[in-house]
């Protein structure tokens, strides 16, 4: 069974930071495009980052642009978000996502998905 699990979520003050990675089983997906998305309450899904199968491209939401970095680590955890000077804004919960091809910024462009993790930011 393919799967995508996200960790490292939990509760930070607003200016701290949390490392987020996505785990993966029953695929190898070091090829694939990984993508990080968000989700608050109420609101749409949206698209946080992206890198790309070989870790040469990426490509950040303006949102979150100086603050949080993507970046590939290995087979197994194909992906990891380093987010930095968190804001009460960015509080929602953060899903890890994977394509086989280019990288896209929605989430019908994705075909795996985890199950996501919650990030929460006091003010």
């Known amino acids: 069974q393919v799967q995508l699990v996200e960790s490292g979520g939990g509760l930070v003050q607003a200016g701290g930071s949390l490392r987020l990675s996505c785990a993966a089983s029953?695929?190898?997906?070091?090829?694939?495009?990984i993508g990080w998305f968000r989700q608050a309450p109420g609101k749409e899904r949206e698209f946080v980052a992206a890198i790309s199968g070989t870790g040469r491209s990426t490509v950040y939401a303006d949102s979150v642009k100086g603050r949080f970095t993507i970046s590939r680590e290995n087979a197994k955890t194909p992906a990891g978000l380093q987010m930095n000077s968190l804001k009460p804004e960015d509080t929602a919960v953060y899903y890890c996502a994977a394509v086989l091809g280019k990288m896209g910024t929605t989430p019908y462009a994705y075909d795996y998905w985890g199950q996501g993790t919650q990030v929460t930011v006091s003010s």
């Open positions: 029953g695929r190898t997906f070091s090829t694939y495009t």
